[in-house]
Nanobody, 125 residues
Framework: QVQLVESGGGLVQTGDSLRLSCAASGRAFSTYAMGWFRQAPGKDREFLASISWNGDRTDHAISVNGRFAISRDNTKNTVYLQMNSLKPEDTAIYYC??????????????????WGQGIQVTVSS
């Protein structure tokens, strides 16, 4: 069992940056692919980024490629999402996710075995 706890969200202005953190419990964290999703009001939850167990492979959604970057520190059991040049359309609840069945990738909600509780990010115009 893995517990995921997000932090670092909040209210920012257009063009600002935020770094989300996701702290994981359990020694198996370092063997899991990890990812970030978000869900805006009235919309489906969407994939943002994925990182392999050792950080060698990262994947980002086209919608955030070049602005968002996923990383991880296995010594701290933490995965990060650096978000730059934020826009009002980035306003959403952001979720950390773990794939216990793969070391390489999370691409869809079906790949997720564990979810964080979510954290609000609001970007004002």
């Amino acid at each position: 069992q893995v517990q995921l706890v997000e932090s670092g969200g909040g209210l920012v202005q257009t063009g600002d940056s935020l770094r989300l953190s996701c702290a994981a419990s359990g020694r198996a964290f370092s063997t899991y692919a990890m990812g970030w999703f978000r869900q805006a009001p009235g919309k489906d939850r969407e994939f943002l980024a994925s990182i392999s167990w050792n950080g060698d492979r990262t994947d980002h959604a086209i919608s955030v490629n070049g602005r968002f970057a996923i990383s991880r520190d296995n010594t701290k059991n933490t995965v990060y999402l650096q978000m730059n040049s934020l826009k009002p359309e980035d306003t959403a609840i952001y979720y950390c996710a773990a794939n216990a069945r793969s070391q390489l990738f999370i691409g869809t909600m079906a790949d997720v075995d564990y979810w964080g509780q979510g954290i609000q990010v609001t970007v004002s115009s």
